[in-house]
């Protein structure tokens, strides 16, 4: 089955800073990558996702990158806010190990000090 | 819409107790999970359901942990007898078409074993 591993498990950050967070994958056939970011006693929530039929994807602050061939993706946050303090997961899905059952990472804090 | 619905949000029982949680998806959403997240980590499946089969439930301890979806909505899921490692947050998530664009997750419920 697939075994996705994240890291830094803690990143402190200054607000205005860039934050980068690294997971890689060890199935191959993995195609479909999101990231959810949960505050404390609160829902993960969907924050942006990535197709392995692309390399990267943006949305205003957040972008992904997917690099197949190495098998690990990151998450880039930009111009870093306070609000944006939380624990993101990275997940994969692999279309050979039950179509929709995601492998989530161990999580990443984020903190983000004004 | 109201998203995915879950009930309780908060459980504490004593050991070799019974307990359940409730979820409603979103209305549409076919495919159903329950996933089990320990303090500091990322969810762990439980089960999926498509529709009101269970098609995936190869993580779930059978011995104490049940689940039903009847119908193929609502689904409940209990632990019978329940053990101090039980303690975790129960979350509930749905998606359309097998998850192929992510997953929303409930707000999950929060059991605590003493």
Redesign the interface.
Same mark, same amino acid.
């Given at each position: 089955g697939e075994n996705?591993e !994240?890291h830094p498990s803690t990143l402190s950050v200054q607000e205005g800073d860039s934050a980068v967070i690294k997971c890689t994958y060890s199935d191959s056939a993995s195609n /479909?990558f999101?990231w /959810?970011k949960q505050e404390l006693g609160?829902?993960? !929530?969907?924050i942006i996702?990535i197709r392995s039929n692309v390399g990267e994807k943006k949305d205003q602050r957040i972008a992904v990158t997917l690099n197949k061939t190495a098998k690990h993706f990151s998450l880039h946050i930009t111009e870093t806010q306070p609000e944006d303090s939380a624990v993101y997961?990275c997940?994969a899905?692999s279309a050979t190990d039950?179509?929709?059952?995601?492998q989530?990472?161990?999580?990443t804090q984020v903190v983000v000090t004004p | 819409e109201a998203g995915v619905v879950q009930s309780p949000r908060y459980k504490i029982i004593e050991k070799k107790q019974p307990v359940a949680f409730w979820c409603n998806p979103i209305s549409g959403h076919n495919t159903l999970y329950w996933y089990r997240q320990n303090l500091g980590q990322g969810p762990e499946l439980l089960i999926r359901y498509e529709n009101e089969e269970a098609v995936d439930d190869s993580q779930l301890p059978k011995d104490r942990f049940s689940a039903e979806r009847l119908k193929g909505v609502d689904s409940t899921l209990k632990i019978q007898p329940a053990e101090l490692g039980d303690s975790a947050v129960y979350l509930c998530a749905s998606s359309a078409r097998q998850g192929l664009y992510g997953y929303t997750f409930g707000s999950g419920t929060r059991l605590t074993v003493v």
């Open positions: 996705v !994240q /479909y999101p /959810y609160k829902r993960p !929530q969907l996702d997961f997940a899905s039950s179509w929709g059952k995601f989530f990472g161990a999580g | -």
